[in-house]
């Protein structure tokens, strides 16, 4: 039997990769250890520590660091991740595609994948390079961890409405009764009018499943004419406009200056009633890093609709 370390360097969410590196294990009789990391410090050995294998994963470059001091502690350590390069579990002979939520106790929620891939190719974004073309993955019924355990799900999907299942897997959120985070979020300028009512149909909420929230992104000042013909579907649709979070991607293309991003913030202020949106802005500037996936990307600065009644764009928001 063997001794298996885990670490998760970055994330608040429980890491799936880290859960199928553990259920693959366990299968083979090892016994597997967590720990979740949060400096350079804490991969340092422990006193004890003698594990045959170590694996790590991280989702953000600016955790990098971390990585490569655990690799000057354990040079043998599997590392990969978004946040690390393209290495997939199958390239390190991990097949499952279980879950072990044991290293995770208090998490009572399921989380995963419907769907992996991306039929978009936008040059901030890994996903296309790392998960290939879009294809299904499962169904809703063995995404959730089954009785005993809340109806609560967080949606990983970075192309949901890619998936050509999609139509099930939404009938299967709303026959089932669950809550449903999609994380990642909808590309809204491709939104269509069905996809829209497929969205309103679901009870969509924020990562606390107690707020309702959708998640959409501005990435493009050129795309504007299309995000707001999908934010339009959404309303049309009964999505109150106060349950949509819009970010921004700023810092990222060539050329682009402050009056490039007030002006798409003011675009989505202008299509409330409100002067005040919450706004978040990095620190350091995302154009100066490698292509990386939506979620590092769209942390740069959002925008939530508050209730509204008119818009400057005719959009009803109401």
């Known amino acids: ?15 799936v990769a880290l859960m199928r590196i ?6 083979l009789g090892d016994s597997v250890e967590l720990r979740r990391v949060g400096n350079e410090t804490a991969v340092c050995r422990e006193l004890g520590d003698d594990f045959d294998r170590t ?5 953000f470059e600016r955790t990098r660091h971390v990585a490569e001091r655990l690799l000057l502690e354990r040079p043998d350590a599997i590392i990969g991740g978004t946040g690390w390069g393209p290495q997939r579990l199958e390239d390190v002979g991990v097949e499952t595609r279980a879950q072990d939520y044991s290293i995770y106790p208090r998490w009572r929620r399921s989380i995963g994948f419907l ?15 790392k998960e290939g073309s879009v294809r299904h993955e499962q169904t809703v019924g063995e995404l959730w961890r089954g009785p005993g ?6 949606v990983l999907d970075n192309d949901f409405f890619g998936n050509r299942l999609w139509p099930d897997r939404v009938a299967e959120m709303v026959a089932g ?19 829209a009512r497929a969205i309103a149909s679901v009870d969509y909420r924020a990562g606390d499943f107690k707020t309702r929230r959708m998640y959409t992104a501005w990435d493009n000042r050129r795309d504007g004419a299309r995000l707001f013909r999908g934010l339009q579907h959404l309303v049309d649709a009964g999505v109150k406009p106060r349950h949509i979070m819009v970010y921004m991607l700023v810092g990222y293309w060539a050329g682009e ?3 490039d991003r007030e002006a798409r913030r003011r675009e989505l202020r202008a299509s409330t009633s409100s002067t005040s949106p919450t706004t978040r802005k990095p620190s350091t500037s995302i154009r100066s890093r490698p292509p990386m996936s939506r979620a590092s990307c769209a942390s740069a600065s959002t925008v939530v609709f508050p209730t ?3 818009s400057s764009r005719g959009i009803g928001l109401r």
Request: hydrophobic share 40%; aromatic share 8%.
């Open 1 to 15: 039997m063997a001794r298996v370390l885990l670490m998760q360097l970055d994330g608040k969410l429980p890491n």
């Open 22 to 27: 553990a259920a693959h294990h366990r299968d």
């Open 55 to 59: 694996y790590a994963s991280l989702i």
């Open 115 to 129: 769907q992996r891939g991306c039929r978009l190719k936008c040059p901030f974004c890994v996903v296309p390079a």
């Open 149 to 154: 355990f809340p109806r609560e799900l967080v």
């Open 177 to 195: 009764g669950f809550k449903v985070c999609f994380s990642q979020g909808f590309n809204a300028r491709t939104l269509s009018a069905d996809e």
């Open 257 to 259: 200056t402050h009056e």
């Open 308 to 310: 509204s009644t008119t």
